[in-house]
């Protein structure tokens, strides 16, 4: 299995309380990714990144943002947690080889409810 | 604005039988097509990756065809088991590294 953790694996928060989940890496690649998943969406791209500090907008970026100091940490934070923001929350990792192999390796997922 | 779909939404079979899940795209400009699993709980496995230039992969009893024009993939399980059981989910890349997830179909093999 890729080396991916993330943290916390479980929160409960309230609306309105900012919240940062973390995804860390021991793979040294490249790429790294951040998604939800919700019954009868499947999995959504919120932002991605193709470096340090290099980062872009996914498919449903509004209310979250990222950051990325480190090769092997992603953040992303909910500046102000809604409840439309309950969710599991997917990071990702792939290699950025540039090549039609390059696929993504997952890690366990977070579980965020907001009250 | 590429979408994937996945049918059915749930399948129920009983062990041994061969099996076929559907995925379909509406955009044929795609670099690969992936079928990944997921059990409950946890995170996304990959089980095989078509290339767009390619029309089948295979990985033991896995078969995943991919017809591009048509924008069509399926997964062949052949001989199901009870520990097939999970939720399998297509996705598509297009342009950039980005995927684009079918829905998922929840498998269930019973004894």
């Known amino acids: 299995d890729a080396g991916i953790t993330q943290s916390p694996r479980h929160k409960v928060t309230e609306t309105g309380t900012p919240v940062t989940l973390r995804c860390h890496q021991t793979e040294n690649h490249r790429y790294m990714y951040w998604y939800r998943q919700d019954p009868g969406h499947g999995l959504r791209l919120i932002h991605y990144?193709?470096?340090?500090?290099?980062?872009d907008k996914g498919e449903v970026s509004d209310g979250y943002s990222v950051s990325r100091s480190k090769t092997e940490d992603f953040l992303l934070t909910l500046e102000s947690a809604t409840s439309s923001q309950t969710s599991v929350y997917f990071c990702?990792?792939?290699?950025?080889?540039?090549?039609?192999?390059?696929?993504?390796?997952f890690g366990p997922g977070t579980r965020l409810t907001v009250l | 604005k590429q979408e994937v779909t996945q049918i059915p939404a749930a399948l129920s079979v009983p062990e041994g039988e061969n099996l076929v899940l559907n995925c379909s795209f509406t955009d044929s400009a795609i670099y690969n097509l992936q079928w990944f699993r997921q059990d409950p709980g946890k995170g996304l496995t990959s089980l095989l990756l078509i290339q767009s230039s390619q029309r089948e992969q295979t990985s033991g009893r896995l078969n995943a065809s991919l017809d591009k024009s048509s924008g069509r993939s399926t997964l062949y399980i052949a001989a199901s088991q009870p520990g097939d059981s999970a939720t399998y989910l297509c996705?598509?890349?297009?342009?950039?590294?980005?995927?684009?997830f079918g829905t998922g179909t929840l498998l269930a093999v019973q004894p």
């Open positions: 996705a598509v890349r297009g342009a950039t590294n980005k995927l684009i």
């Open positions: 990144s193709y470096g340090v500090k290099d980062t």
């Open positions: 990702a990792i792939s290699e950025g080889r540039g090549d039609l192999t390059d696929t993504q390796y």
